[in-house]
Nanobody, 129 residues
Framework: QIQLVESGGGLVQAGASLRLSCAAS????????VGWFRQAPGKEREFVAA????????SYADSVKGRFTLSRDNAKSTVYLQMDSLKPDDTAVYYC??????????????????????WGHGTQVTVSS
């Protein structure tokens, strides 16, 4: 079992930056994929970004490429989502998620939320225009 806690959300103006954190506990992330998803009111949960812990390979949604950046801290089992040039359309609850983990994987982490097993409770990001 793994527990995830997101933090760092808030209310900012368009063009500002925020850094979200996802701290994991309960097991190591060595063979895991860690994803960020978001859900706006009345919309389905959508993929934002993901990182394959073992290789550091990342994936980003087209809507955030060039603005959002993933990083990780191995010692803290924490993933960070740096969000720059925020837009009102980025307003949503942001969730991090971890899959069950598999060793020796290659390629990019998946973008479907169905693949991820463990979810945090989310952190609200609101961007005003």
């Amino acid at each position: 079992q793994i527990q995830l806690v997101e933090s760092g959300g808030g209310l900012v103006q368009a063009g500002a930056s925020l850094r979200l954190s996802c701290a994991a506990s309960g097991r190591t992330l060595g063979n895991s994929d860690v994803g960020w998803f978001r859900q706006a009111p009345g919309k389905e949960r959508e993929f934002v970004a993901a990182i394959r812990w073992s290789t550091g390979i990342t994936s980003y949604a087209d809507s955030v490429k060039g603005r959002f950046t993933l990083s990780r801290d191995n010692a803290k089992s924490t993933v960070y989502l740096q969000m720059d040039s925020l837009k009102p359309d980025d307003t949503a609850v942001y969730y991090c998620a971890v899959d069950r983990g598999l060793p020796l994987r290659t390629g990019s982490p998946p973008t479907s939320p169905n693949v991820y097993t463990y979810w945090g409770h989310g952190t609200q990001v609101t961007v005003s225009s």
